[in-house]
């Protein structure tokens, strides 16, 4: 059973850079599919993209010009960078693994990432 | 980008009770729909894939049916711990977008 955990921050400034951090457990890392997902407090669940053999990414448009997914095989680490954040980037920060019919089938159990002055 | 819209908001009912959730999509996503159970505090559960495909170890009472832009997620007698929000999801078109979710809360 492939378990992930998230590690972050916690607290930034606007405009800085989120940089998170998921270490993957029970499971072959580099051929896979993993993704990360977040959540505004109080409110649903928001696409942020995923990463492919290691390699290949896809980003939601709406974060594409800011957001960089990235895999360390040699760590089991997911990464997730997003660069001038805003108020309106904070949320839990779940990563997910992509299994049962390419569907997000294991999480994280997710961590808060707050933005403010 | 494909609108899922489901309804109802705010669902009370019984343990015991049947209880039925919609999802529309604003165009066809086929069958490349999912229903995920949150609750608070914790991450969500994949439920159904495709449709109507129960994930591992997902208990029978929970079935999904549909296809193209109507989907119906159905929790067949509520049992205690089903109280939750549930969110679709579709994989059909980039990008991936999720329902608002529907709150299924104890009458």
């Known amino acids: 059973q492939v378990q992930l955990q998230e590690s972050g921050p916690g607290l930034m400034k606007p405009s800085e850079t989120l940089s998170l951090t998921c270490t993957v457990s029970?499971?072959?890392?580099?051929?896979?599919?993993w993704g990360w997902i977040r959540q505004p407090p109080g409110k649903g669940l928001e696409y942020i993209g995923n990463?492919?053999?290691?390699?290949?990414?896809r980003y939601s448009p709406s974060l594409e010009s800011r957001v960089t997914i990235s895999v360390d095989t040699s760590k089991n680490q997911l990464s997730l960078r997003l660069t001038s954040v805003t108020a309106a980037d904070t949320a839990v920060y779940y990563c997910?693994?992509?299994?049962?019919?390419?569907?997000?089938?294991?999480w994280g159990q997710g961590t808060l990432a707050t933005v403010s002055s | 980008e494909v609108v899922l819209t489901q309804s109802p908001a705010t669902l009370s009912l019984s343990p015991g009770e049947r209880a039925t959730l919609s999802c529309r999509a604003s165009?066809?996503?086929?069958?490349?729909l999912a229903w995920f159970q949150q609750k608070l505090g914790q991450a969500p559960r994949l439920l159904i894939y495709d449709a109507s495909n129960r994930a591992t170890g997902i208990p029978a009472r929970f079935s999904g049916s549909g296809s193209g832009t109507d989907f119906t997620l159905t929790i067949s007698s509520l049992e205690p711990e089903d109280f939750a929000v549930y969110y679709c999801?579709?994989?059909?078109?980039?990008?991936?977008?999720f329902g608002q979710g529907t709150k299924l809360e104890i009458k």
């Open positions: 999801q579709q994989r059909s078109d980039w990008p991936r977008t």
């Open positions: 990463i492919y053999n290691s390699v290949i990414t």
């Open positions: 997910v693994k992509f299994g049962t019919g390419g569907w997000p089938d294991s």
């Open positions: 165009q066809s996503v086929s069958t490349s």
């Open positions: 029970g499971g072959s890392f580099s051929v896979s599919y």
